[in-house]
């Protein structure tokens, strides 16, 4: 997926964070192979603990839908409902799929779900009303099963990567001033940007599964560059709409960033879910087979 495949942002919150959707679901597909096959595990084998499970409701399900795919095939005959606050998203059935379901306020009446499952997406929400909601539709006997982005994970890293090539398109776009002749000093710090993307573009060349990333870097500095030697520096729609995309997803991926669980961060995620109503708080690290750290893997019981 590259800039050109996503369609504009628009609107804030809840629909900037549609457009990137697409990005989000790509994410998942395509740079994290080894992790889906651990989070495909990590879900078997939590399901198979569970006896008598007559409705599971998936949280933040995107396109993946894995936690929902998994417990169609563990409870058949089971109530299965994937949600997410995007719409647009489409299941077979068994799976009925919920749209504009924000995880901070659902719809669904009180204990509705024996279990509440969510990969990589409860921690978008404000964490002490994602509780409260996942207490209150949940059945008294149920659980919650979620798999959370650790600091130290490999999505992480990718989201650390992508914040790189992000801000170097950040600082072009602060350097560009718009239907603008530019100023001697936006030509100084435009130079920089472009030396700046050079630079990070020696990091990726030739790394498998970063081609998305070097293309970024490639358009950024083309942007720059064009700039530098034109002499009316007029962006062309697709060069604003790749800039102004680079800010959105900016913001973006530092809070996904700032999502992450550290070790200190889940001893107040325990608090927080003690005070929601759940006493038990188990939690454990999920690796892949080739020993990356995916996540946490965390259960949460009355
Ligand atoms: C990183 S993606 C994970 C998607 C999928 N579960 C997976 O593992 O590939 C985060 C998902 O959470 C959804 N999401 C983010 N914040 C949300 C919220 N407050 N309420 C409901 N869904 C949300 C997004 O639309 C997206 O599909």
């Given at each position: 997926v590259t800039h050109r495949d996503i369609p504009p942002p628009q609107g804030r919150g809840a629909d900037r964070s549609g457009a990137w959707g697409r990005v989000w679901d790509a994410a998942f597909e395509s740079v994290r192979g080894p992790a889906r096959e651990a989070c495909i595990q990590w879900w078997r084998g939590r399901f198979a603990e569970?006896?008598?499970?007559e409705a599971v409701l998936e949280l933040g399900?995107?396109?993946?839908a894995l936690a929902s795919r998994m417990a169609a095939a563990a409870f058949p005959g089971a109530r299965i409902v994937a949600s997410d606050f995007r719409g647009g998203l489409s299941f077979e059935p068994p799976i009925e799929f919920v749209a504009d379901a924000r995880i901070e306020a659902l719809g669904f009446p009180d204990a509705s779900f024996d279990l509440i499952a969510s990969q990589f997406?409860?921690?978008?929400?404000p964490r002490e009303l994602a509780l409260s909601e996942a207490a209150r539709v949940l059945r008294p006997s149920g659980q919650v099963l979620l798999i959370m982005h650790a600091e130290d994970s490999h999505y992480a890293g990718y989201l650390g990567e992508r914040i790189a090539v992000l801000t170097a398109g950040e600082k072009i776009a602060d350097a560009i001033p718009r239907g603008r002749a530019l100023h001697d000093l936006h030509r100084i710090s435009l130079k920089r940007a472009v030396a700046g993307a050079a630079q990070l573009r020696e990091r990726y060349?030739?790394?498998?599964?970063?081609e998305n990333v070097l293309q970024d870097i490639d358009s950024l500095r083309a942007i720059g560059e064009r700039v530098l030697t034109t002499r009316s520096p007029a962006l062309s729609e697709e060069e604003a709409f790749l800039l102004q995309n680079c800010r959105d997803a900016l913001i973006l991926a530092r809070d996904q960033q700032a999502a992450s669980l550290s070790e200190q961060g889940l001893a107040a995620f325990a608090a927080q879910g003690r005070a929601a109503g759940f006493l038990t708080v188990a939690h454990e690290r999920i690796l892949s087979a080739?020993?990356?750290?995916v996540g946490w893997g965390l259960r949460l019981s009355r």
């Open positions: 569970r006896e008598g499970v399900a995107g396109a993946a997406a409860f921690e978008y929400a060349v030739g790394k498998p599964g970063w080739d020993r990356r750290v």
